[in-house]
């Protein structure tokens, strides 16, 4: 779409195996306006050479379309508060890298599982978490940092808004980061979003606050809310149901932030759901 008539930003997550002009050229085929992308391989750690021209030209793609911004996703490997210090450096490396990478995409986000303590504590895991980000961030980077809503499975930090906000609380500079919500991850933590969307954002806003809720990855989920599976499914095939996202999209404190779609599906499910999520929009209301 080259205008925004919805003023809904919605995509999926892409491959970068082809480039990133590449990446660019399959959301417009799906009628996305915005997507995400591993910053490196996801399982692993390596990451693809960097290509400034590759990167200029998904840059002016993205200018030229009016894309929304980008949710680039650091690998799942990534752990700031292992109680292993090789993992731990391993993390802290990756972001530096990844960041000073993204500054040839500026004005995007960068989102990341805060990690697993590991029985080290939660306490422990978020003074770690702190302590990487206050290693890594540079004030006045042109990319600013997403902490993702988790499900709270095993020593999983970031289960509750609160766990967020001590995070938040120990970063020297946050004015850099802001929180990619997770709506299979927060209805598996067992926040009720289905019957009670603005009771949540009331309480994210309380003890976050709303203005740091950058970022969506809509998902439904397979199991019930408090379930703290992170078991994603297609958008209305899950204990979510398609209500929710109905009123996600035309919700005035979420229906102009990036959504991202992490559900189950090849490119051409992809596809039908951006489509979906666009025939949910009241127009007139989103405009």
Not at 114 to 125: I, L, M, N, W, Y
Not at 189 to 208: H, K
Not at 255 to 272: A, C, F, I, K, S
Request: include cysteine; hydrophobic fraction near 35%; glycine fraction near 10%.
């Amino acid at each position: 779409m080259d205008e925004q008539l919805d003023g809904l930003y919605v995509g999926c997550h892409l491959s970068v195996s082809n480039g990133y002009e590449a990446m660019g050229t399959a959301a417009l085929g799906l009628g996305a306006t915005t997507f995400a992308f591993f910053t490196r391989n996801p399982r692993g750690g390596g990451a693809r050479p960097v290509d400034k021209q590759d990167m200029a030209s998904l840059r002016q793609l993205l200018d030229d379309h009016h894309f929304g911004k980008l949710v680039a996703h650091a690998p799942y490997t990534m752990n700031l508060c292992s109680s292993k210090p090789e993992t731990v450096s391993f993390a802290r490396r990756s972001m530096a890298e990844d960041l000073e990478r993204l500054e040839l995409l500026p004005g995007n986000y960068y989102n990341f599982h805060p990690g697993s303590h590991v029985k080290q504590g939660a306490d422990e895991g978020i003074r770690l978490i702190c302590e990487g980000l206050n290693e890594v961030l540079v004030p006045g980077q042109a990319t600013n940092v997403l902490l993702e809503t988790m499900a709270g499975k095993g020593s999983e930090v970031g289960r509750s808004f609160e766990e967020l906000a001590q995070i938040m609380d120990g970063v020297k500079h946050d004015e850099l980061m802001g929180v990619c919500l997770d709506t299979c991850h927060v209805w598996d933590a067992g926040y009720d979003i289905r019957e009670g969307l603005d009771d949540v954002l009331d309480e994210f806003d309380r003890v976050v606050g709303i203005e740091r809720l950058s970022a969506l990855h809509l998902n439904d989920s397979k199991n019930p809310r408090g379930s703290h599976k992170d078991r994603h499914e297609r958008l209305g095939e899950g204990t979510l149901g398609i209500d929710v996202f109905a009123q996600i999209v035309n919700h005035p404190k979420l229906r102009h932030l990036p959504m991202v779609l992490e559900t189950p599906q090849d490119l051409d499910g992809y596809g039908r759901e951006i489509t979906l999520l666009r025939s949910l929009a009241d127009t007139e209301q989103v405009r």
